[in-house]
């Protein structure tokens, strides 16, 4: 959503909303228990409705290659639980304690798990051997993936919405009042915590935090920056700003870095909500790109190009490097639709009412079409070569291929 001087007809009055029933105000508590609906906050009429899809002349046939349940899904309290993969394996969650090892190829269930008494709110991540989630109830879970038992879990400041990240060394979880903190990934014990400074108000969720190669850990925060820390003690490497707070009111000072982080080579890329798209050294956090972007998912790479789409569900093809726009599509506006991802010749995205559309990465036009749920897509994208994986908000895990 844009500045003051640009439309506010959905932004205004649905951030406004947003905030006083779901974002984050911290002098209370989180709002992880109340339900709602982005697109029917208060069913008001001056919230722009979703764009009816067009017909669309079909290029490419997307078949299911299998398809598995798993627990409730998304639940009630609009999670954004993600599924992982690590080696063979995806892994997927449910809110309700529900998780699922599963061979990607094949869709055969290796084992299940139901944690009863656990609301899962953050998820997953997976490496080193282990599955790992943020629940409600501020802690950090890990599991084998050899028999999804619990290895360890532990308390953390608060609830934790976004996949906690491992290196072999140690765990990393972003908590929703801005600490990054990392645990021992044998024993779960709390090895460092980085604090930032938290907003007045702040959107209601936390980018992934990115360990890279060469031992950093890359996070952003509700305040616009992104930090570099050392992922063996946590001392501080570097820090820049991906947006800048401007406006007389908190509400337009809003500039949360929720969409996960992408690493390309020697730079990591960042979005902001009402703010930038940029890309930093990772060395050094100089900066080495950036353009006006307002979006809170993450960011995809193909092609040359770079693709996001902002929050008005418009997908955008800049090319890597350069203020060039390649292609803007508008024909999903206001349809929530996921972070894009790249996949084979094509950008992916699925929307609220659990349509997956496929644009193609030269022009950006929609040249596939198939409905996954009938409950919505939140949960961001998955692909491994040649195969798509969408969680629906339903349970469902489903791959395809490309036909």
């Not at 890329?269 to 979006?295: C, H, K, P």
């Not at 919505?376 to 339903?394: C, D, I, K, P």
């Amino acid at each position: 959503m844009l500045s003051e001087t640009r439309s506010k007809s959905y932004s205004a009055t649905v951030v406004y909303r947003a905030v006083f029933s779901c974002l984050l105000l911290f002098g209370l508590n989180s709002c992880s228990s109340i339900s709602w609906n982005p697109l029917n906050w208060f069913a008001d009429d001056e919230v722009n409705p979703p764009t009816d899809l067009q017909t669309i002349q079909s290029e490419v046939t997307l078949r299911s290659v299998w398809s598995v349940s798993v627990g409730n899904g998304q639940g009630d309290n609009y999670t954004k639980i993600t599924p992982a993969i690590d080696g063979e394996l995806i892994f997927a969650a449910s809110e309700n304690g529900n998780i699922a090892a599963i061979n990607r190829r094949t869709g055969a269930v290796l084992w299940r798990n139901r944690l009863r008494s656990t609301i899962i709110t953050g998820g997953l991540g997976a490496g080193a051997g282990l599955v790992l989630f943020g629940t409600e109830d501020a802690e950090v879970v890990a599991l084998s993936q050899v028999d999804g038992e619990i290895i360890w879990r532990t308390a953390v400041s608060s609830e934790v919405l976004a996949p906690p990240q491992t290196n072999g060394d140690v765990v990393v979880a972003q908590t929703v009042d801005d600490k990054l903190v990392a645990l021992d990934r044998a024993s779960g014990v709390q090895r460092w915590i980085y604090e930032a400074t938290l907003p007045a108000l702040t959107l209601r969720g936390t980018s992934k935090p990115l360990i890279t190669p060469n031992g950093r850990v890359i996070a952003g925060f509700s305040n616009g920056t992104l930090i570099s820390v050392a992922a063996e003690d946590g001392v501080w490497q570097w820090e820049e700003r991906v947006a800048i707070p401007e406006g007389q009111y908190d509400i337009d000072r809003v500039i949360d870095v929720d969409g996960d982080l992408l690493l390309d080579g020697n730079r990591v890329l960042a979005s902001s909500y009402q703010g930038n798209l940029m890309a930093f050294d990772i060395a050094t956090g100089r900066i080495v790109w950036g353009r006006e972007a307002s979006s809170y998912h993450g960011i995809a790479l193909g092609f040359g190009n770079l693709y996001y789409c902002d929050d008005t569900s418009r997908i955008v093809a800049v090319r890597n490097n350069s203020s060039e726009v390649i292609w803007e599509n508008e024909d999903l506006a206001y349809r929530a639709i996921t972070a894009p991802r790249a996949f084979n010749n094509y950008v992916a995205v699925a929307d609220f009412e659990g349509y997956l559309h496929l644009l193609s990465q030269i022009d950006g036009r929609i040249v596939g079409r198939t409905r996954i749920d009938n409950d919505g897509v939140r949960a961001n994208l998955l692909s491994v070569n040649e195969m798509l994986y969408v969680f629906g908000n339903s349970g469902r895990l489903t791959a395809l291929s490309v036909q």
